[in-house]
């Protein structure tokens, strides 16, 4: 997707799109295709990077209780960055999962309080 298609998106659109690819990230990598994984961290990137700039951030919050871990797991990543209050508690239960969702809560707890969580 073009940086332009964002910035013409709403911001529910936006939402939908980094909802969507979280969910085509989980498939892909489940199906161990880099490629699409790739294309589906763009996707969920470009959605986040384009609510930050209208301010809407807030916006992803609904989806902390998606049904979809991966979902919850990205989205509880970023609210690091604007509601920690709700994404850490949210990581924290993540984290003592198995898979890769409880490894990827884990490591993201930990650069976050170490201050060294980037945000794209």
């Not at 998106?9 to 880099?34: C, R, T």
């Not at 990137?45 to 919850?72: D, H, I, K, M, W």
């Amino acid at each position: 997707m073009s940086a332009r298609k964002f910035q013409k998106a709403s911001v529910e659109e936006l939402v939908q799109w980094y909802a969507e690819g979280s969910i085509a990230y989980e498939q892909a990598l489940d199906a161990a295709d880099s490629r699409s994984a790739n294309r589906a961290q763009d996707k969920i990137t470009g959605a986040y990077r384009e609510l930050r700039s209208r301010g809407e951030t807030s916006q992803l919050l609904p989806l902390l209780q998606s049904e979809n871990e991966t979902v919850r797991t990205n989205v509880a990543v970023h609210a690091l960055e604007f509601a920690p209050e709700l994404g850490e508690p949210v990581l924290l239960w993540i984290a003592k999962r198995p898979g890769i969702n409880g490894l990827a809560a884990e490591y993201a707890l930990k650069a976050w309080r170490e201050g060294t969580l980037e945000f794209p």
